[in-house]
């Protein structure tokens, strides 16, 4: 298995890209510590991961817009594993307007789940990760990080940011072997896109070569990817899993 005896945190992980990459790497041997706000759903998340694939599983209620928060969630996970592996830095929201129309409200805090949150989950476990010299980060951007979108001015900023913390976050951290990279979704089927009309679908569907939507296992099968061995000199790097909508 390829992340066997590997310690994974996870944010976000109640449901859709987060859930996916959990399962899979539960299934790929890794014992697993996932967090969210939304604690209900997270327990039952846990319950079926340990059930399926009989691995370990630390879940926690944690707001990562709060380092006191995500810094005492990755001491739990040490002082259940005694060692912390990989982090994937997944939790995320939108709240999206016209710029005109936006609120500061709406503003600051889609920067704050999905920058700052990720800028202290990587500063929590960036200690033990050198200490042990050896650790993957994975940060979820997406392709509106990269083309922009109008009505998403929030969350594109945010992704744009999570795209550069990301670089300098792995030119700091390479010479302790830790890696450090992005992935960044196009069209995937999760609940929020559920939501669509089907007009709005199929209107993204056309800038889609594969004219298709991705799944959540395309998402989670490039992490495993970036967790594991196969991608030991791979840092820095923005992968785009987006049916070539971006090019």
């Known amino acids: 298995m390829k992340l066997e005896n ?31 706000v939304n604690e209900e759903i997270l327990t039952a998340t846990a319950d079926e991961i340990e059930k399926a694939s009989g691995r370990k599983v ?10 006191k928060e995500c810094e005492t969630f990755v001491n739990k996970i040490l002082d259940n594993f005694g060692k912390l592996d990989i982090l994937v830095n997944n939790a995320g929201i939108t709240r999206d307007n016209l710029l005109l129309r ?27 990760m ?25 969350y594109s900023a945010s992704k744009g940011g999570l795209i550069a913390l990301t670089k300098t976050a792995a030119k700091e951290l390479g010479s302790r072997n830790i890696n450090v990279n992005a992935i960044a979704p196009g069209f995937i089927r999760t609940e929020m896109t559920d939501k669509l009309s089907e ?17 959540t296992e ?7 990817f970036l967790a594991g061995e196969d991608s030991a000199y791979i840092t820095g790097q923005v992968v785009q899993v987006d049916g070539g909508m971006v090019m």
């Open 218 to 224: 395309d998402v989670a099968g490039l992490a495993l």
């Open 6 to 36: 590997r310690i994974s945190m996870i944010t976000g992980a109640a449901r859709g890209i987060g859930k996916e990459i959990a399962f899979t790497f539960a299934g790929q041997g890794s014992d697993i510590a996932i967090c969210d």
């Open 58 to 67: 630390l879940a926690e209620k944690v707001d990562v817009t709060s380092f």
């Open 199 to 215: 007009e709005m679908k199929q209107g993204m569907l056309k800038l889609i070569p594969l004219r298709r939507m991705g799944g």
């Open 102 to 128: 936006m609120s500061e409200e709406e503003w600051d805090v889609v920067l704050k789940v999905n920058l700052k949150g990720a800028f202290n989950c990587i500063k929590a476990v960036a200690r033990p």
């Open 130 to 154: 050198i200490r042990q010299r050896n650790g993957n980060i994975i940060n979820m951007a997406s392709i509106i990080g990269i083309m922009g979108n109008a009505g998403q001015a929030n």
